[in-house]
């Protein structure tokens, strides 16, 4: 689910420094923040930030060079005329960028109607970019898995199955073998674009892993810095199931690839059986490097049936 919203105080004090902005007007209401049907509404942060824009309301306006000059190089009463047409789509809050000074009309308006009115030094181009990154996370929907969430060979790889399969043991083998944790047991998912999902750790749980026998382990502590990472993009999902399950549920050579649907968004899916023996490390390995092949366009199991049907017409 999205956040309903952020405030215009907890944005500014977010971006103080980033943005070197100045509360320059509309100090009554600091809590004043984003129309929570227009976040539920916007397909991308980019709905919620922009230059002067009828078509959307409610986001948050910024005025740079061209924009000061649209304003002020008219008559007064129609710098007042096109100024109440912007604030009449309630902005959560307007941006004067590019270092420009605020226009009078804009200061007292944005006084009289309780909208922060911020002052920024830095390119109207370097807001939009800021906020729009700021709120696309903010703002991204996000839902929590239970599963190891790793990287392995520089994919991001959720270990998923039921309790007891020993995700967390082989966590700690492909540790290991020197590849990195970014969450044990609980994994939060955002969807940080339309076709992107990125994983990361619960800060209760930064840098830990449980280990049945042993209790809780400081990865980060124990393997060093480059053991652990901070989140990743989600591109694979190693599910793991009882040789039973996986007889009984599973082709043994799928004609399709797999997928999971996570908000909304499709993950590619590999099944591997926990059995007696079995070095389930290599094994996941070995299905990272292939989806790996996958994504670079090479598909083993299409090959392999082009080399059938030749030797069948031989």
């Known amino acids: 689910m999205k956040p309903i919203s ?9 971006h103080r420094k980033a943005l070197r902005w100045e509360w320059v007007a509309g100090h009554a209401h600091p809590e004043r923040h984003f ?3 227009a976040v539920r509404a916007a397909h991308s942060s980019a709905d919620l930030v922009g230059f002067l824009n009828y078509i959307h309301p409610y986001r948050v306006q910024i005025v740079g060079e061209r924009e000061v000059r649209y304003l002020t190089a008219v008559p007064p009463e129609v710098q007042e005329r096109r100024a109440t047409r912007i604030l009449t ?3 959560p809050m307007v941006v004067v960028a590019d270092d420009q000074p605020a226009p009078e009309v804009m200061l007292r308006l944005c006084e009289r109607a309780g909208i922060p009115l911020f002052a920024s030094k830095e390119s109207a181009g370097h807001v939009i970019d800021v906020l729009r990154s700021y709120l696309g996370q903010l703002f991204a929907e996000r839902t929590t898995r239970h599963g190891v969430f790793m990287d392995i060979l520089g994919l991001g790889v959720m270990l998923t199955g039921e309790s007891g399969l ?3 043991e082989l966590g700690l083998e492909l540790i290991s073998r020197g590849h990195g944790l970014v969450a044990d047991d609980a994994v939060d998912i955002h969807r940080t674009a339309q076709n992107s999902l990125e994983g990361r750790c619960p800060e209760l749980l930064l ?4 280990v049945r026998g042993i209790g809780l382990l400081d990865i980060k502590a124990i393997f060093g810095e480059t053991a652990v990472r901070r989140k990743m993009k989600l591109k694979l999902i190693v599910h793991l199931v009882r040789r039973e399950t996986l007889e009984r549920e599973f082709e043994r050579l799928p004609y399709e690839p797999l997928y999971e649907e996570i908000l909304g968004v499709p993950v590619r899916k590999v099944v591997i059986a926990v059995d007696a023996g079995r070095n389930l490390a290599v094994l996941v390995e070995a299905a990272v490097r292939n989806t790996i092949l996958q994504l670079r366009g090479i598909d083993t199991y299409n090959e392999f049936i082009q080399r059938h049907q030749k030797a069948m017409q031989r």
Request: proline share 5%; charged share 35%.
């Open 166 to 168: 020993g995700k967390s």
């Open 89 to 91: 789509l309630e902005p």
């Open 207 to 210: 840098n830990l892993l449980e």
């Open 6 to 14: 952020v405030s215009a105080e907890a944005l500014f004090e977010e």
């Open 35 to 37: 129309d929570e049907a």
